[in-house]
Structures are given as structure tokens and as C-alpha cells.
């Protein structure tokens, strides 16, 4: 059914109707008359890749944003969301992509900010937490409400935004990306939540790139592609293939192993390296692990959340220190450099929090992009600025950056193409080994294939690729070997020709039958 030719006309009761939405941002026509609805008591999913409007038309929908044309109709009425304050009036909330909350403060100050409850003598701190640990408990997240939220994990991070968007009780709940920090476990608890709220009549609008896995969730279905609404279905009518024929044509796929062309020398070596847990000293997030990587080879890691693949990229690129063990660039021992030096030497690291860890945000896209490499243009006191323009020009255009140009706020770029920012200041470095954890954390299919084309260039030229995913699709893309890790160590090796079931099982992931 396309939406292009005919209104949503389910069967549900429709609880929220957007009708001609368009929003201009000078020249640029974000959303350009979308239809869109919500149906009562029922998951309906937004598709599109990084850029298509999905993110635009939620913040019109939860008063973020204004529409330049359009209208909201809610219960059958016209109403005017001016503000969040007017969309939480309403009873719609929203769980934005990238976290929005305070560091410093406590789970429960974060969950309770600007909606603090009130005692006899102030803030009643005490059914604030009571609440918070009501909410924890529900998610089956055990967070001490006193916590401070920078000593929390991404994932944990990403169950307090959710917490919080719950306390709201609202009657629409608006979740962009809300699994891609989290463990497998997590999800699943997320999922019973959400089939909670559907029982108690709360609708929910679910934006994911993890195509299989909003499939398993949704109610409807509705593709945006180019801020134009291009398909809409309901649950019984659509599958993977007619999600990404819709998202971004026919003929897709994440690409394959590079070929034609001989590996290297071993680029990287780890020996028996071992990383000690943080929240326990006493036991180690990676074991004893060993591992060699030639030149243009590129190794996939897989694991479940706990498995170390973090720890064990952190303490190879310097951010955690080793309790055993060495890593070997180019047969040299660099296990006592610093970071910077590490980099120097050839040897990076593209975390998996690109908005706490690889950005500035108060930077540009140029000087995010030159940030790394800043000492190849800069003698003594002096910056070479043509040397950087130069170096940032050669960036946006081999990491295929879409941009209005190095001066642009890199806020102003979608989630697929900041990770490029991320990709391509590393890769301005000229490295020999790059280490890449969850590349495609929180980017679309169309973004993924791209970065992993990037990874298959530079391997073509020599580039030794370490890059971990929590998708086993992923595995079956460019990887020349697969390696599965569980509990610090390394469980299994695999070819290219590995089956998903052989890399869930290696996990200890069940196999669904």
C-alpha cells in the first residue's frame, strides 16, 4: 500500500492525525507534506535513512519544532503543539536519539528535572526516589536513584532517558533510537515494557535502524524517504526486504569481503592481554586474550553485551590500562604509550559514543575533522590554515561527508554523517590499524553500507580493520574472519563464510528455532 497513493486507513482508532506536515530550513525542504498517524494502544515505526525527516517530523510532533505548513489534528480536533511544554500538557513525550541528560546530577534528579515533586518543605526527594525505584524495578535496571549519571554505562544511560520519558505517564510515547546503546537483555525488557504500555492504551512511535528488530515490535509501518512519505502498511503486509526496498531501492546489501588483492605483514598483535573490570577489580572484562591482524585484513568482533569487545579496543588504542599482556604495532611494543602517541605511531580508535567521545560539540565539522591530526599542520605556535583546509576538504570528500562545508555546526548533521566526522578525522591521520567499536551504532542501512565501503577502500590499501558489532548481519558483511568473544576471551574464529547461527551459538546467544 502506498501512502503516496492513498491515506493510512487502518482500522484502529487514530488518536493523532498529521496532516500536509512540511518544514523548510532556509533552501532545504526537510519534510514536504507528509501524512502521518497514530493509532491508539498500537506501535506504528518510522523507516528512513539518516536524513529522511524522521527526526524533524517527531520534534514537530512533540512541539520541539513548528511546522512551516500543516496541521495536528488530536482526539479529532486541531490542535497547535507550540512547545514541549504544550506536547507534555497533551500528553506526548519524547525519548530523544542522543541522550539529553545532566551528567553531574543523580538518576533520580535527572528523571525528575523541571517536574520535581513537591513536599511541606520543598522537594519531597523521598517519593522521588521511592518513584525512581519503582521505575528502575519495571526496567529491571537495579540503578541506585542517587547515582551519579556519568558513572553509568551508555546502555544504563539510555534506561534513565527511557525511565524518564516514562514518569511522564503519557498517552503518546515518541521513541527515537531507544535500543542502540542496549544489551540484547536490555531490549527485551524494553519490549515487555512497551507491550505493557499498549495493554494500558499508551501508542507509541518507534524510529529504529535495526530493521529485524522493530519488526518483532510494530503495529504499522511507514517509510520516509527525502522528507516524502513513499510507503505505508500494516504488520501483516510488510518484511524485511519491502522495509529496505522502500528505504533505499532494490539491489541493497551491506557489501562483502574486499578481495583481489594480497594482505600484509601482521599489522596488529595482542598477547595474552588482559583488561581488570572496572565495577570489579578483581576480575578481568578481557582474559588473556591474543590476536593477530594483517595489513588489509578486516576483523569483525561480536559479543554480548559483557563480553569485553569495549574494554579490549579501549585498552588497545590507551583509554584503559592492561593488567597483562602487550599490543604490537608493526611488531613494535606499544603498550605503554599514551593515546596521542598511539596515534602517532598509527594505531586509533573510533569509540562507540560518538557524541560524548568523538566529538566536540561545540566545534565545527572542519575542526572536528582536523582535530587529530592537528600536529601535521602546526609548527611550534603556528597553524598552518591552508594546510587544514586542505586537510579538511580532503575529509568531507573521501569520507563522502554531506555537509554545507567545514564551518558547518556539526549538530547540523544527521547521525550517519556525523560518524563519518568521527571515521574520517581518525582516517586523516593516515593510520596503519583502525579500531572501530559499533560503527553503525545509531545510523541507517543507506549510512551503514557507506562507512562499511569506507573500511573496504582502506583495507584494499592496506588498512588493518578491528570493528565490533552487537548485529550478527554485520558479521556477514566485509569481515575476512569473524572472531566471537564471551567473558573476556575468545570463544570462536570464523571465515567469511560463517552462518548467523554459528556466531549466536559461539556467543552463547540462544538460536531461535
Known sequence: MNATLQEQDGTDEVILSARHIAKSFGNVHALKSVHFDIHRGQVTTLFGENGAGKSTLMKILSGVLQPT??????DGRPV?????????????????????????LSVRDNIFMGRELGGPT????????RQTRLLMEELDEPIDPRTPVEELRLGQQQIVEIARALSANSRILIMDEPTSALSASEVEVLFRVIRDLKSRGVSIVYISHHLEEALTITDHAVVLRDGTMTAYAPRRDIDLEWIVTNMVGEGFDLGAPPSGYVMGEVALSLREVSVPDATLPERSAVDRLSLDVKAGEIVCIYGLMGAGRTELLESVAGRLPLSGG?????GRDVSRLGIAERIEQGLVLVPEDRQRDGLVQTMSVGENLSLASIGSFTRRLFTS??????????????????TDGGGAEIGSLSGG???KVVIGKMLATHPDVVLLDEPSRGIDIGAKAEVFRLLSEGARQGLAVVFTTSEVGECLSIAHRVVVMSRGRIAAEFGADVSKAEIMAASGEAVAA
Open 122 to 129: 520543598g522537594i519531597d526527594y523521598a517519593e522521588e526516589e
Open 69 to 74: 505548513s500543516g496541521e495536528i489534528h488530536l
Open 80 to 104: 497547535s503543539v507550540a512547545s514541549t511544554t504544550e506536547a507534555q500538557r497533551l500528553g506526548i513525550s519524547i525519548i530523544h536519539q542522543e541522550l539529553s541528560l545532566a551528567p553531574n
Open 417 to 419: 554523517n556525523q560518524q
Open 326 to 330: 602487550s599490543v604490537l604495532l608493526q
Open 385 to 402: 590554515r591552508r594546510r587544514e583546509q586542505s586537510v579538511v576538504e580532503e575529509s568531507i570528500r573521501n569520507v563522502h561527508i554531506k
